[in-house]
């Protein structure tokens, strides 16, 4: 006598269902390989911590308000020491503000403030120096 098999011969209650993706490893139609989002575009491992959880500095933050800060200082003293100091400073602000805005995640608020600040005194020191150049301009046409 053979033992009945509760399991035996039944047939699928739901059909013959065909998979919408058409991989029948896949029943649900999700994408599982590696690094590729799901249906839905979002990554269904979710956002993975910024560089291991820990922010750094941006390389040249405290160059550029270093920067900035000297052209101030220079553009009383020594004019054209100030614009040499003050264009680079600006020249290095914009290459570390693209490089923030590329990966913000990767470095530190307090790093873009001191672009920021070196930028803004380096746009000071410019102005100023413009200013006192336009007067120079005009006093010294008003004596010609």
């Given at each position: 006598?053979q033992?009945n098999?509760p399991?035996?011969?039944?047939?699928?209650?739901?059909?013959?269902?065909?998979?919408?993706?058409?991989n029948?490893?896949?029943?649900?139609?999700?994408q599982?390989q590696?690094?590729?989002p799901?249906?839905?575009g979002?990554?269904?491992?979710g956002?993975?911590?910024p560089?291991?959880g820990?922010q750094?500095?941006?390389p040249?933050?405290?160059t550029v308000?270093?920067l900035?800060i000297?052209?101030l200082?220079?553009?009383?003293?020594?004019?054209i020491?100030?614009l040499?100091?003050?264009?680079?400073?600006?020249?290095m602000?914009s290459?570390?503000k693209?490089?923030y805005?590329a990966?913000p995640?990767?470095?530190?608020?307090?790093s873009l403030?001191?672009i920021n600040a070196g930028?803004?005194c380096?746009?000071?020191?410019?102005?100023v120096l413009g200013f006192?150049?336009l007067?120079l301009?005009?006093?010294?046409a008003a004596?010609?």
């Amino acid at each position: 006598m053979q033992p009945n098999d509760p399991y035996g011969n039944q047939q699928n209650p739901y059909g013959n269902q065909q998979n919408p993706q058409g991989n029948p490893n896949n029943p649900y139609g999700q994408q599982n390989q590696y690094g590729q989002p799901n249906q839905y575009g979002q990554n269904p491992y979710g956002q993975p911590p910024p560089y291991f959880g820990y922010q750094v500095d941006l390389p040249t933050a405290n160059t550029v308000q270093g920067l900035g800060i000297a052209s101030l200082i220079c553009m009383f003293l020594i004019s054209i020491v100030g614009l040499v100091l003050a264009i680079i400073a600006l020249s290095m602000a914009s290459t570390a503000k693209a490089e923030y805005n590329a990966n913000p995640g990767r470095y530190t608020e307090a790093s873009l403030s001191r672009i920021n600040a070196g930028r803004i005194c380096a746009i000071i020191a410019l102005s100023v120096l413009g200013f006192a150049l336009l007067v120079l301009v005009f006093v010294l046409a008003a004596f010609a």
